[in-house]
T-cell receptor
């Protein structure tokens, strides 16, 4: 697949453990955030989103936390599985940027069996 | 990915030649986007469209042009390909702009030699 992972931070976890992937954003006026998952050779897939009027949102095995004070976003994956191995991106909608998302560089998640 | 198709999936071209990548959607979504993805980088916006014949530049638009003559098709053209345009190109679609995120295609891997 495409070598999009060069120089990206890597998180290695044991199968069954919980994973926490972090993302810092720069614009305090950003009001909408999304986490995407990208498997090798595929396009990014939507995982979960959160708006700035929320601190936490839960999905199936995933939770997104938003700390606006320090401009930090995290994705928690419960009971990590081998199929969770991928590159994870956060994306934000910045004020004044219209209907466009700005993506972070990504984090590689490797799940060890 | 359901509803969005990119073509070709792979292409090798020579420096100085024109190249056109196609994104086709069957979702009748208003918004369409072209991103490029390079090792160690997140997705960077090249151009986007908010309707037929309505397009605008993104952050890395130099050397690229786009056209959208029909709702379903969004074309990305490299007028004179350069080695710096070797990349993986992703098209994305959205019904409501950034709300609920984008749906991405599977990507086109372009190599300029």
């Amino acid at each position: 697949g495409e070598s999009v992972g060069l120089h990206l931070p890597t998180l290695s976890v044991q199968e069954g453990d919980n994973s926490i992937i972090n993302c810092a954003y720069s614009n305090s006026a950003s009001d909408y955030f999304i986490w995407y998952k990208q498997e090798s050779g595929k396009g990014p897939q939507f995982i979960i989103d959160i708006r700035s009027n929320m601190d936490k949102r839960q999905g199936q095995r995933v939770t997104v936390l938003l700390n606006k004070t320090v401009k930090h976003l995290s994705l928690q994956i419960a009971a990590t599985q081998p199929g969770d191995s991928a590159v994870y991106f956060c994306a934000e909608n910045r004020e004044g940027y219209g209907n466009k998302l700005v993506f972070g560089a990504g984090t590689i998640l490797r799940v060890k069996s | 990915d359901a509803g969005i198709t990119q073509s070709p999936r792979h292409k090798v071209t020579e420096t100085g030649t024109p190249v056109t990548l196609r994104c086709h959607q069957t979702e009748n979504h208003r918004y369409m986007y072209w991103y490029r993805q390079d090792p160690g980088h997140g997705l960077r916006l090249i151009h986007y469209s908010y309707g037929v014949k309505d397009t605008d530049k993104g952050e890395v638009s130099d050397g690229y042009s786009v056209s959208r003559s029909k709702t379903e098709d969004f074309l990305l053209t490299l007028e004179s390909a350069t080695s710096s345009q070797t990349s993986v190109y992703f098209c994305a679609i959205s019904e409501n702009g950034v709300n609920y995120g984008y749906t991405f295609g599977s990507g086109t891997r372009l190599t300029v030699v």
